[in-house]
């Protein structure tokens, strides 16, 4: 089954809301559920990314594209997208994907930078999913995909990775709390994924080549998979078999550390 029977089996065509629209993970969603007919909301603080997107997404498969700019670490601009969910009548996908890295070092870094960062990645999505489980449960059905990230397992930033785990555990518990088969919710943990997330001014020194040992993959590849694992149990989604290998692995290497178990 390929990836538009899989999806369009699961949800009606009704509307999707995505948050970090203006580039990578997050305009590629947009693109293929443009593709399989849903209407889109694009979220971001981009305005003419996000106009540019809209214009070529509804002239290319005859959707409505609608624009809402909005920074999510202001707690303002969040109530204004959760706002618009609770209006929405037919939202039928919510993803929470916005998020960004910071390569300054937390001690280095003023406080706020990590405030914003718990903002947009985690206090955001939960007030944007609270807002959407209210209307997908009175209409008994719904996607939800939270893109956390590989970092939530390798632990290898002290904010992004705290607050990706945070979002990856928020996931698992809403899911089991809702209890509706016909409402998926899914923690996207993508390893490295060529996209402007490593080209932005705080991952300003970043080097590609420093990790090009590890396995990169496409924002194509990403979303695809993570459409396909639509309606799988489960809710922690880590697409390509490396990064599925590598987060095993971890996994292992914690026990062993933390709870002094054997592994067998």
Same mark, same amino acid.
């Given at each position: ?19 970090? #629209?203006?580039?990578? @993970?997050? =305009? %590629? ?9 849903? !209407?889109?909301?694009? $979220? +971001? ?13 509804? #002239?290319?498969?005859? @959707?409505? =594209? %609608? ?9 303002? !601009?969040?109530?204004? $997208? +959760? ?182």
């Amino acid at each position: 089954m390929n990836n538009k029977e899989n999806f369009m089996n699961w949800v009606n065509l009704g509307s999707a809301l995505i948050t970090g #629209a203006s580039s990578g @993970i997050g =305009a %590629e969603f947009a693109r293929q559920l443009a593709e399989q007919g849903f !209407d889109l909301i694009l $979220v +971001a603080r981009r305005k003419n990314k996000l106009e540019k997107l809209s214009q070529e997404l509804s #002239a290319k498969f005859s @959707i409505k =594209a %609608e624009v809402l700019i909005a920074d999510l670490s202001n707690l303002n !601009d969040t109530e204004k $997208v +959760a706002s618009k969910i609770l209006e929405a009548d037919n939202l039928d996908i919510l993803i929470n994907n916005a998020g960004y890295g910071i390569i300054i070092p937390f001690i280095e870094r003023e406080n706020k930078q990590n405030i914003d960062m718990i903002n947009v990645h985690y206090t955001s999505p939960v007030m944007l999913c609270h807002a959407a489980i209210q209307e997908m449960t009175k209409r008994r059905k719904g996607v939800i995909i939270n893109t956390a990230s590989m970092s939530a397992i390798a632990r290898t930033s002290v904010m992004y990775s705290s607050t990706k785990a945070a979002l990856a555990i928020f996931s698992e518990l809403l899911s089991s709390n809702v209890r509706n088969p016909r409402i998926y919710i899914q923690a996207l943990c993508p390893g490295f994924t060529y996209s402007e997330f490593h080209d932005t001014n705080s991952m300003g020194g970043f080097s590609r080549e420093s990790f090009s040992k590890v396995p990169w993959m496409t924002a194509e590849e990403v979303v695809t998979l993570s459409l396909n694992a639509v309606k799988s149990k489960n809710v922690i989604f880590i697409p390509g078999e490396e990064n599925r290998a590598l987060a095993m692995g971890i996994r292992k290497s914690a026990l062993k550390k933390y709870l002094n178990c054997k592994i067998l």
